[in-house]
């Protein structure tokens, strides 16, 4: 069964905002909060194609891999699969710290990305050897391979420092799946 790729966020962000209950950091919920807003547009389709061909994001990510980047024991994946992107949210154990770890896969990470950079005007760093171009802000990194768009976002109380390098360890290993 697959769920809807515009609740899945805002479900994730109700419980993230829940669980802080009240405290935390401005970067990892507004982080949050930007994708979970994001509607389709027909915008998206005249874009470069953003295929994610057969990719699971859930096999593209291991649980391993997603708490070994969090520093903390994660749910099991939930994977989902629209026309617009393959995903998967490893969510944080309601108990334990606010963490989660997110992978998108195809034009809906595109769009993630331009809604963030275009319409949001956040600010970004480039980050060399990751597929043919990859973007950088706090929480988020979002690189091309091809004609595939992946973005690998962190939701956390924690600095941003303390994922980043972890980060994008992952990015330059799923470039090398996409």
Request: proline residues 4%; glycine residues 8%.
């Amino acid at each position: 069964m697959t769920r809807s790729f515009t609740r899945l966020p805002l479900a994730v962000f109700a419980a993230a905002t829940l669980a802080a209950c009240g405290g935390g950091s401005k970067n990892a919920l507004g982080a949050t909060t930007t994708f979970a807003s994001t509607t389709p547009t027909t915008e998206a389709a005249t874009t470069a194609p953003t295929t994610a061909t057969a990719l699971n994001a859930c096999e593209v990510v291991t649980k391993d891999q997603a708490d070994a980047l969090m520093q903390t024991t994660l749910l099991d994946g939930l994977h989902a699969s629209t026309t617009d992107v393959e995903s998967c949210t490893y969510p944080g154990d309601p108990t334990g710290p606010t963490a989660q770890f997110e992978i998108f896969i195809g034009a809906g990470a595109k769009k993630f990305y331009d809604d963030d950079a275009i319409t949001l005007h956040h600010t970004f760093t480039d980050v060399p050897g990751i597929g043919d171009e990859a973007h950088e802000e706090d929480f988020v990194i979002f690189f091309r391979k091809g004609t595939t768009w992946v973005a690998l976002r962190v939701t956390s109380l924690d600095d941003f420092a303390k994922f980043k390098p972890g980060l994008e360890a992952l990015a330059k290993d799923v470039a090398t799946k996409v």
